[in-house]
Protein backbone atom coordinates (compact mmCIF):
# COMPACT_ATOMS: atom_id res chain seq x y z
CA UNK A 1 0.00 0.00 0.00
CA UNK A 2 1.30 2.60 -1.51
CA UNK A 3 1.48 6.31 1.08
CA UNK A 4 1.26 10.08 -0.11
CA UNK A 5 1.22 13.08 2.48
CA UNK A 6 0.22 16.38 1.39
CA UNK A 7 1.26 19.30 2.89
CA UNK A 8 1.18 22.64 1.62
CA UNK A 9 3.18 25.42 2.91
CA UNK A 10 2.80 29.45 3.21
CA UNK A 11 5.42 31.31 5.21
CA UNK A 12 5.83 28.33 7.56
CA UNK A 13 9.40 28.53 8.69
CA UNK A 14 9.00 29.09 12.55
CA UNK A 15 7.31 25.60 13.01
CA UNK A 16 8.14 23.57 9.59
CA UNK A 17 11.20 21.56 10.60
CA UNK A 18 9.61 20.38 13.81
CA UNK A 19 7.11 19.20 11.57
CA UNK A 20 9.33 17.94 8.65
CA UNK A 21 11.55 15.99 11.25
CA UNK A 22 8.42 14.37 12.95
CA UNK A 23 7.18 12.67 9.45
CA UNK A 24 11.07 11.88 8.94
CA UNK A 25 10.95 10.11 12.55
CA UNK A 26 7.60 7.82 11.29
CA UNK A 27 8.03 4.23 12.10
CA UNK A 28 6.61 3.67 9.04
CA UNK A 29 7.55 6.33 6.05
CA UNK A 30 5.52 7.95 3.57
CA UNK A 31 6.41 7.24 -0.08
CA UNK A 32 6.27 10.33 -1.10
CA UNK A 33 5.94 13.60 0.38
CA UNK A 34 4.23 16.34 -1.68
CA UNK A 35 4.96 19.97 -0.58
CA UNK A 36 3.25 22.98 -2.33
CA UNK A 37 4.69 26.02 -1.05
CA UNK A 38 2.38 29.23 -2.15
CA UNK A 39 4.86 31.67 -2.73
CA UNK A 40 5.96 31.74 0.86
CA UNK A 41 8.30 35.16 1.26
CA UNK A 42 10.34 33.79 4.50
CA UNK A 43 12.64 30.81 4.59
CA UNK A 44 10.13 27.40 4.14
CA UNK A 45 11.07 26.60 0.61
CA UNK A 46 15.00 27.03 1.83
CA UNK A 47 13.92 25.10 4.77
CA UNK A 48 11.86 22.21 2.70
CA UNK A 49 15.13 21.96 -0.04
CA UNK A 50 17.28 21.43 3.17
CA UNK A 51 14.95 18.65 4.29
CA UNK A 52 14.95 17.05 1.01
CA UNK A 53 18.40 16.16 1.67
CA UNK A 54 17.49 13.66 4.28
CA UNK A 55 14.99 11.60 2.29
CA UNK A 56 15.74 12.78 -1.29
CA UNK A 57 13.58 9.43 -2.60
CA UNK A 58 10.59 10.74 -0.88
CA UNK A 59 10.15 14.75 -1.04
CA UNK A 60 8.73 16.59 -3.75
CA UNK A 61 8.47 20.18 -3.67
CA UNK A 62 6.24 22.67 -6.10
CA UNK A 63 6.94 26.34 -5.41
CA UNK A 64 4.14 28.60 -6.68
CA UNK A 65 5.85 31.80 -8.33
CA UNK A 66 2.30 33.27 -7.60
CA UNK A 67 0.04 33.25 -4.39
CA UNK A 68 -2.64 30.96 -5.68
CA UNK A 69 -4.80 31.30 -2.24
CA UNK A 70 -5.24 28.05 0.51
CA UNK A 71 -7.99 26.19 -1.52
CA UNK A 72 -6.19 26.28 -5.36
CA UNK A 73 -3.00 25.11 -3.93
CA UNK A 74 -4.35 22.24 -1.70
CA UNK A 75 -6.06 21.13 -5.13
CA UNK A 76 -3.29 21.49 -6.76
CA UNK A 77 -1.24 19.35 -4.17
CA UNK A 78 -3.90 16.95 -4.13
CA UNK A 79 -3.57 16.50 -8.23
CA UNK A 80 0.88 15.45 -7.96
CA UNK A 81 -0.24 12.50 -5.56
CA UNK A 82 -0.07 8.84 -7.19
CA UNK A 83 -0.68 6.78 -4.05
CA UNK A 84 -3.19 4.35 -2.54
CA UNK A 85 -3.85 6.41 0.44
CA UNK A 86 -3.62 10.55 0.89
CA UNK A 87 -2.72 11.71 3.98
CA UNK A 88 -3.49 15.50 4.95
CA UNK A 89 -0.48 17.23 6.96
CA UNK A 90 -0.49 20.98 8.16
CA UNK A 91 2.93 22.99 8.23
CA UNK A 92 2.46 23.55 11.78
CA UNK A 93 1.81 20.39 14.25
CA UNK A 94 3.67 17.71 15.23
CA UNK A 95 3.06 14.10 14.13
CA UNK A 96 2.99 10.78 16.40
CA UNK A 97 5.46 8.53 15.56
CA UNK A 98 3.00 5.71 14.56
CA UNK A 99 0.38 7.55 12.72
CA UNK A 100 1.19 5.98 9.39
CA UNK A 101 1.58 3.02 10.68
CA UNK A 102 -2.12 3.56 12.77
CA UNK A 103 -3.49 5.03 9.24
CA UNK A 104 -2.27 2.02 7.27
CA UNK A 105 -3.36 -0.63 9.68
CA UNK A 106 -6.77 0.95 9.35
CA UNK A 107 -7.39 0.93 5.37
CA UNK A 108 -5.80 -2.07 5.24
CA UNK A 109 -8.31 -4.05 7.95
CA UNK A 110 -11.10 -2.20 6.28
CA UNK A 111 -12.02 -2.25 2.54
CA UNK A 112 -14.92 -0.51 2.58
CA UNK A 113 -13.39 3.20 4.86
CA UNK A 114 -12.63 5.61 1.98
CA UNK A 115 -11.58 7.69 4.75
CA UNK A 116 -10.64 8.38 8.29
CA UNK A 117 -9.92 11.11 11.04
CA UNK A 118 -8.35 11.14 13.96
CA UNK A 119 -8.27 12.81 17.18
CA UNK A 120 -5.33 15.21 18.21
CA UNK A 121 -3.77 17.28 21.57
CA UNK A 122 -3.53 20.41 21.73
CA UNK A 123 0.00 22.47 22.16
CA UNK A 124 0.48 25.84 22.28
CA UNK A 125 3.11 28.07 20.41
CA UNK A 126 6.19 26.46 22.23
CA UNK A 127 4.81 22.72 21.82
CA UNK A 128 3.39 22.52 25.57
CA UNK A 129 0.84 20.43 26.16
CA UNK A 130 -2.55 22.57 26.89
CA UNK A 131 -4.08 19.56 28.36
CA UNK A 132 -6.91 19.53 25.71
CA UNK A 133 -8.03 17.67 22.90
CA UNK A 134 -9.22 18.70 19.82
CA UNK A 135 -12.47 17.14 19.59
CA UNK A 136 -13.52 18.60 22.93
CA UNK A 137 -13.95 21.84 20.56
CA UNK A 138 -15.31 20.30 17.18
CA UNK A 139 -17.14 16.62 17.44
CA UNK A 140 -20.00 16.74 20.25
CA UNK A 141 -20.95 13.52 21.76
CA UNK A 142 -24.19 13.05 19.66
CA UNK A 143 -22.42 13.07 16.46
CA UNK A 144 -19.99 10.63 17.19
CA UNK A 145 -23.17 8.24 18.16
CA UNK A 146 -24.24 9.01 14.54
CA UNK A 147 -21.18 8.61 12.72
CA UNK A 148 -20.70 5.20 14.75
CA UNK A 149 -24.09 4.63 13.47
CA UNK A 150 -23.38 4.90 10.11
CA UNK A 151 -25.01 8.84 9.39
CA UNK A 152 -21.42 10.75 8.90
CA UNK A 153 -22.55 12.33 5.24
CA UNK A 154 -25.93 13.38 7.34
CA UNK A 155 -23.71 14.96 10.04
CA UNK A 156 -21.09 16.47 7.57
CA UNK A 157 -23.89 18.29 5.69
CA UNK A 158 -24.03 20.90 8.55
CA UNK A 159 -21.46 20.58 10.61
CA UNK A 160 -17.47 20.88 9.94
CA UNK A 161 -16.57 17.66 12.85
CA UNK A 162 -13.39 16.47 10.42
CA UNK A 163 -9.79 18.17 10.89
CA UNK A 164 -7.64 17.75 7.62
CA UNK A 165 -4.92 17.92 9.62
CA UNK A 166 -6.12 14.37 10.63
CA UNK A 167 -7.28 12.76 7.90
CA UNK A 168 -6.25 10.62 5.27
CA UNK A 169 -7.99 9.57 2.75
CA UNK A 170 -8.10 6.30 -0.06
CA UNK A 171 -6.47 8.06 -3.25
CA UNK A 172 -9.56 6.58 -5.65
CA UNK A 173 -11.76 9.47 -4.57
CA UNK A 174 -8.92 12.11 -5.41
CA UNK A 175 -10.66 12.43 -8.85
CA UNK A 176 -14.03 12.74 -7.44
CA UNK A 177 -13.20 15.37 -4.87
CA UNK A 178 -11.51 17.44 -7.16
CA UNK A 179 -11.89 20.41 -8.28
CA UNK A 180 -12.51 22.10 -4.97
CA UNK A 181 -15.43 24.38 -4.98
CA UNK A 182 -13.64 28.02 -3.54
CA UNK A 183 -16.79 30.08 -3.26
CA UNK A 184 -18.38 28.08 -0.43
CA UNK A 185 -18.06 27.76 3.31
CA UNK A 186 -16.46 25.13 4.11
CA UNK A 187 -12.78 24.55 3.12
CA UNK A 188 -10.55 21.64 1.07
CA UNK A 189 -10.61 19.16 4.22
CA UNK A 190 -14.46 19.76 5.14
CA UNK A 191 -15.30 19.39 0.99
CA UNK A 192 -12.86 16.03 0.61
CA UNK A 193 -14.63 14.48 3.95
CA UNK A 194 -18.32 14.81 2.98
CA UNK A 195 -18.03 13.80 -0.58
CA UNK A 196 -16.00 10.68 0.10
CA UNK A 197 -18.35 10.05 3.00
CA UNK A 198 -21.56 10.08 0.24
CA UNK A 199 -20.16 6.88 -1.19
CA UNK A 200 -17.83 5.30 1.87
CA UNK A 201 -17.35 4.19 4.95
CA UNK A 202 -15.78 6.66 7.34
CA UNK A 203 -13.89 5.61 10.05
CA UNK A 204 -12.23 7.70 13.47
CA UNK A 205 -9.84 6.67 15.62
CA UNK A 206 -10.37 8.64 18.94
CA UNK A 207 -6.55 8.41 20.13
CA UNK A 208 -4.69 11.49 19.19
CA UNK A 209 -1.86 11.05 16.04
CA UNK A 210 -0.77 14.37 16.22
CA UNK A 211 -0.21 17.36 18.60
CA UNK A 212 -1.87 20.05 16.83
CA UNK A 213 -0.31 23.50 17.46
CA UNK A 214 -2.33 26.62 18.79
CA UNK A 215 -0.53 29.82 17.61
CA UNK A 216 -1.43 33.61 16.46
CA UNK A 217 -0.23 32.73 12.87
CA UNK A 218 -2.52 30.19 11.90
CA UNK A 219 -4.36 30.58 8.33
CA UNK A 220 -7.17 27.86 9.55
CA UNK A 221 -8.47 25.47 11.78
CA UNK A 222 -9.49 26.29 15.44
CA UNK A 223 -8.10 28.86 17.15
CA UNK A 224 -6.03 30.10 20.49
CA UNK A 225 -8.73 32.03 21.92
CA UNK A 226 -10.47 28.65 22.17
CA UNK A 227 -7.79 28.34 24.86
CA UNK A 228 -10.13 30.91 26.92
CA UNK A 229 -13.27 30.26 25.39
CA UNK A 230 -13.62 33.65 24.09
CA UNK A 231 -15.70 34.47 20.73
CA UNK A 232 -15.51 37.13 18.24
CA UNK A 233 -18.58 40.13 19.07
CA UNK A 234 -21.15 39.86 16.64
CA UNK A 235 -22.75 42.83 17.98
CA UNK A 236 -22.75 44.55 14.76
CA UNK A 237 -24.70 42.10 12.28
CA UNK A 238 -28.55 41.96 13.19
CA UNK A 239 -29.74 38.62 13.68
CA UNK A 240 -32.14 38.61 9.88
CA UNK A 241 -28.59 40.09 8.54
CA UNK A 242 -26.68 36.80 10.16
CA UNK A 243 -29.37 34.46 8.98
CA UNK A 244 -29.56 35.59 5.57
CA UNK A 245 -25.89 35.08 5.67
CA UNK A 246 -25.63 31.83 6.75
CA UNK A 247 -28.64 29.85 4.19
CA UNK A 248 -26.75 32.04 1.60
CA UNK A 249 -23.76 30.40 1.98
CA UNK A 250 -25.43 27.34 3.48
CA UNK A 251 -27.82 27.32 -0.28
CA UNK A 252 -24.39 27.85 -1.92
CA UNK A 253 -22.73 24.48 -0.46
CA UNK A 254 -25.61 22.03 -0.76
CA UNK A 255 -26.18 23.54 -4.38
CA UNK A 256 -22.22 22.19 -4.84
CA UNK A 257 -22.30 19.31 -3.60
CA UNK A 258 -25.49 18.37 -5.65
CA UNK A 259 -24.10 19.03 -8.41
CA UNK A 260 -20.88 17.29 -7.52
CA UNK A 261 -23.13 13.99 -6.58
CA UNK A 262 -24.62 13.72 -9.89
CA UNK A 263 -21.89 14.11 -11.78
CA UNK A 264 -20.12 11.08 -9.85
CA UNK A 265 -23.37 9.04 -10.07
CA UNK A 266 -23.55 8.90 -13.42
CA UNK A 267 -19.88 7.96 -13.56
CA UNK A 268 -20.15 4.68 -11.03
CA UNK A 269 -21.01 1.45 -12.81
CA UNK A 270 -21.01 0.09 -9.08
CA UNK A 271 -24.95 -0.16 -8.51
CA UNK A 272 -24.39 -0.64 -5.11
CA UNK A 273 -22.66 2.78 -4.96
CA UNK A 274 -24.92 3.89 -7.67
CA UNK A 275 -27.86 3.25 -4.90
CA UNK A 276 -26.01 4.74 -2.00
CA UNK A 277 -25.60 8.13 -4.35
CA UNK A 278 -28.86 8.10 -5.24
CA UNK A 279 -29.77 8.34 -1.97
CA UNK A 280 -27.38 10.92 -1.16
CA UNK A 281 -29.02 13.09 -3.53
CA UNK A 282 -32.43 12.77 -1.98
CA UNK A 283 -30.90 13.71 0.90
CA UNK A 284 -29.57 16.86 -0.32
CA UNK A 285 -32.28 18.07 -2.27
CA UNK A 286 -34.46 17.45 0.64
CA UNK A 287 -32.48 19.64 3.20
CA UNK A 288 -31.84 22.01 0.04
CA UNK A 289 -35.69 22.34 -0.37
CA UNK A 290 -35.45 23.18 3.68
CA UNK A 291 -33.49 25.56 4.00
CA UNK A 292 -34.96 27.47 0.98
CA UNK A 293 -38.04 27.98 3.11
CA UNK A 294 -36.50 29.07 6.28
CA UNK A 295 -34.42 31.50 4.29
CA UNK A 296 -37.08 32.88 2.44
CA UNK A 297 -39.50 33.75 4.90
CA UNK A 298 -41.21 37.04 5.11
CA UNK A 299 -39.97 39.64 8.11
CA UNK A 300 -43.65 40.09 8.90
CA UNK A 301 -43.41 37.41 11.92
CA UNK A 302 -46.89 36.70 12.24
CA UNK A 303 -46.42 35.55 8.40
CA UNK A 304 -43.94 33.13 9.74
CA UNK A 305 -46.26 31.15 11.19
CA UNK A 306 -48.57 29.18 8.56
CA UNK A 307 -44.49 28.50 6.68
CA UNK A 308 -43.26 27.27 9.88
CA UNK A 309 -46.12 24.70 10.49
CA UNK A 310 -46.48 23.32 7.66
CA UNK A 311 -42.27 22.58 8.18
CA UNK A 312 -43.20 21.31 11.67
CA UNK A 313 -46.17 19.26 10.76
CA UNK A 314 -43.54 17.54 7.87
CA UNK A 315 -40.81 16.75 10.77
CA UNK A 316 -38.26 18.87 8.53
CA UNK A 317 -37.74 20.93 11.25
CA UNK A 318 -36.53 17.58 13.44
CA UNK A 319 -34.41 16.11 10.41
CA UNK A 320 -32.49 18.96 8.67
CA UNK A 321 -32.44 20.81 11.48
CA UNK A 322 -32.73 21.50 14.78
CA UNK A 323 -36.25 20.73 16.03
CA UNK A 324 -38.44 23.38 18.47
CA UNK A 325 -35.11 25.39 18.40
CA UNK A 326 -35.27 26.29 15.21
CA UNK A 327 -38.74 26.55 15.08
CA UNK A 328 -38.42 29.12 17.93
CA UNK A 329 -35.88 30.86 15.98
CA UNK A 330 -37.48 31.26 13.17
CA UNK A 331 -40.70 32.33 15.03
CA UNK A 332 -38.91 34.95 16.81
CA UNK A 333 -35.59 36.88 15.52
Known sequence: MKISVVMTTYNGAKYLHT??????????????????????SDATTEITRSFTAALPSVVRLYANQARLGAVKNYEQALGYCNADIIVLCDQDDVWRPDKLVRIEKTFSASPNVGLLFSDAELIDEQGTSLNQRLWHHTFKRNHKRQVRSGKTFEILLQHQIVTGATMAFRGRFKEMVLPIPGQIPLLHDGWIALIISAIADVAMLEEPLISYRLHPQQHSGIKPSLQTGSNTSRKDISPLEMR??????????????????????????????????????????????????????????????????????????????????????????
Not at 292 to 302: D, M, N, Q, Y
Open 19 to 40: QLQSIANQLRLPDELIVCDDAS
Open 244 to 333: SRYYTGEIEKLCSVHERLTGMLRALDDPELQKKSEQRIAYVEAVLSHFRVRAGLPEEKWRRIEIVLRELLAFRYHRYSRGFMSVLRDLTL
